[in-house]
């Protein structure tokens, strides 16, 4: 159950998106992010899922496997497309006491719906494809020119690295705990909702307890090697960008020129 | 009270590229009365073995039979089972959460669904039953307790639901060598106390060769070897195969041998191994 969230986590591949330079990456899934909300019809997002579809086949992740991620936010959809079905005014499709469900509403909501999907599946794939520590590595280059006004940009990529490297380790956690007090009669399934938050307890008590004991001992280990932050820190692996990371570039080029010109045309 | 495992097979991750064959094709069984070791490498698939004795984890296939129900059937009540068969995990004291000691011990029984009275009852004999002062020690915060106490504490809270069977997931690792044996002798008497099957995960030869009726060895998911310790020590080029050393006792009574003393090949224990090379040393004058 705990396995099944994929937001955040790395499918191990060795295809040309994984190898990918992070930073062409993080843009990449910026600018794909920033294209579903400039575009205003079907088309556009039909080029878009195309365009996805294909970083998916040539990344070789199974699409169940993304699918899965999409999951967890299913009651978010729902909850979206309901609202905008039903509270759009326009042309009476179908109506019901109160309730009523037009034309545009209906648009509205599919609208919607596609934009939160490829929304989702465009920024798992950023972390499907790309080692969490090149991610922040990533992150770290890009917010670099920001330190000259003072954004603590190593900082703040050492903190999201750390979050990145124990969410795995937290919920093996998690799941080790649920599983003793499991052994110990606990029933975390059946009940209202006041005796769920309570079954609750001895699952946090001891999660946070290991959690403490665990940032306790990094720190120590950091400090025990001599951390001081990022100054004058060198790196193993220098990122510099390869003939790949160009053509991805163009490609990315080529993809927003489409997408804005579709959305001037349509 | 008997368990048996038949064909058992877990496969972790199925389907991804991660995919992992845990568990392959185990069987062996476990009479009433028996203390049971388990040996194995750190990965080898014990505590995934483990997980299926009381239904916390599914078989992909295979049977896990405990007296006359089969576990991996489903329908069955995972209550019922966990009642009867008890799980330590490796670092129980992890899993402590309430603000005193007894309250602690107290959440299993009272997820047993048992009365107050009996539940005192039970958290003052499994406190006692681990070596543990109940008067002194009922009140205190589990957190402030000392490594081996905390051990104690956590042990104390699978004993007090009674189980018919006792799993313990290396309930020494982590323990220095005094707590270490105060652990074992623990678990010694509570096997003798209940009579009940123990089970005992480890990877110290010593312990096992000493304390088991029984040894079951797997490695990287298959069983290398069942039967009474003189049986799986005696297999000792397979052993040594899958990078299993034979306890400290019996490697040295096989350098001996060696050099040409004549004692018994397989010696398990200190006392037998004394014994012997005192009558061979009275032979040799």
């Known amino acids: ?266 | 009270m008997s368990i048996q495992v038949e064909n058992l097979v877990h496969i972790y991750d199925k389907g991804m590229p991660s995919e992992q064959i845990a568990l392959d094709n185990i069987s062996f069984t476990c009479e009433d009365g028996q203390m049971v070791g388990i040996i194995g490498h750190t990965g080898s698939g014990k505590s995934t073995l483990l997980q299926h004795l009381n239904g916390l984890l599914k078989p992909h296939s295979g049977r896990v039979i405990v007296g006359d129900v089969d576990i991996t059937q489903p329908g069955v009540p995972m209550v019922q089972i966990r009642r009867k068969i008890g799980l330590v995990f490796q670092y129980p004291e992890y899993q402590l959460f309430e603000e005193t000691v007894a309250k602690d011990v107290a959440f299993g029984p009272k997820n047993l669904g048992l009365d107050e009275e009996e539940i005192e009852e039970r958290v003052r004999e499994a406190i006692e039953l681990v070596g543990l002062d109940y008067e002194e020690i009922k009140d205190r915060s589990p957190f402030d307790l000392s490594g081996g106490q905390k051990r104690r504490v956590a042990i104390a809270g699978v004993v007090a639901m009674r189980p018919e069977v006792l799993i313990l997931d290396e309930p020494t690792a982590g323990l220095d060598p005094k707590a270490h044996q105060d652990v074992l002798k623990m678990v010694r008497e509570v096997h003798e106390r209940t009579g009940n099957i123990t089970i005992l995960v480890s990877h110290n030869m010593g312990d096992i060769a000493e304390m088991s009726d029984k040894v079951v060895v797997i490695d990287s998911g298959h069983l290398v070897a069942v039967g009474t310790p003189y049986e799986v020590f005696s297999k000792k080029e397979e052993l040594r195969r899958v990078g299993l050393e034979l306890p400290p006792i019996t490697q040295f009574t096989e350098k001996l041998r060696e050099k040409g003393i004549g004692i018994d090949s397989t010696i398990l224990d200190v006392d037998t191994a004394a014994m012997q090379i005192a009558q061979y040393l009275k032979k040799e004058k």
């Open chain 1, 1 to 266: 159950m705990i396995r099944d969230i994929t937001l955040g986590q790395y499918f191990p591949g060795d295809s040309v998106i994984h190898r990918l330079d992070p930073r062409v990456k993080i843009i990449a899934t910026l600018m794909f992010i920033i294209e579903l909300f400039i575009v205003d019809n079907f088309i556009g997002f039909a080029i878009a899922a195309i365009c996805l579809g294909l970083v998916i086949a040539v990344s070789k992740v199974p699409l169940s496997f993304i699918l899965r991620g999409l999951k967890p936010i299913l009651i978010i959809l729902m909850f979206t497309f309901a609202l905008n079905i039903f509270m759009v005014d326009g042309r009476i499709l179908w109506q019901w006491g109160f309730l009523k469900i037009t034309a545009e509403g209906l648009r509205l909501a599919v609208f919607m719906a596609i934009r939160l999907v490829l929304l989702l599946m465009g920024s798992s794939m950023l972390t499907l494809c790309t080692r969490p520590l090149s991610l922040t590595d990533g992150i770290e280059r890009l917010l670099a020119p920001l330190k000259k006004i003072g954004v603590p940009a190593h900082e703040i990529a050492m903190m999201m690295t750390i979050a990145l490297r124990f969410i795995p380790t937290l919920l093996e956690e998690t799941d080790k705990i649920m599983k003793a007090q499991q052994a110990r009669g606990a029933d975390f399934e059946t009940g209202n909702l006041i005796q769920k938050a309570k079954a609750l307890i001895p699952i946090l008590v001891p999660l946070f307890v290991s959690a403490f004991r665990i940032a306790q001992d990094l720190a120590m280990a950091m400090e025990a090697r001599c951390y001081r932050g990022g100054d004058n820190r060198t790196r193993m692996h220098e990122m510099k960008l390869k003939g790949r990371d160009y053509v991805a570039v163009l490609l990315l080029i080529v993809f927003l020129a489409v997408i804005i010109i579709e959305t001037r045309l349509f």
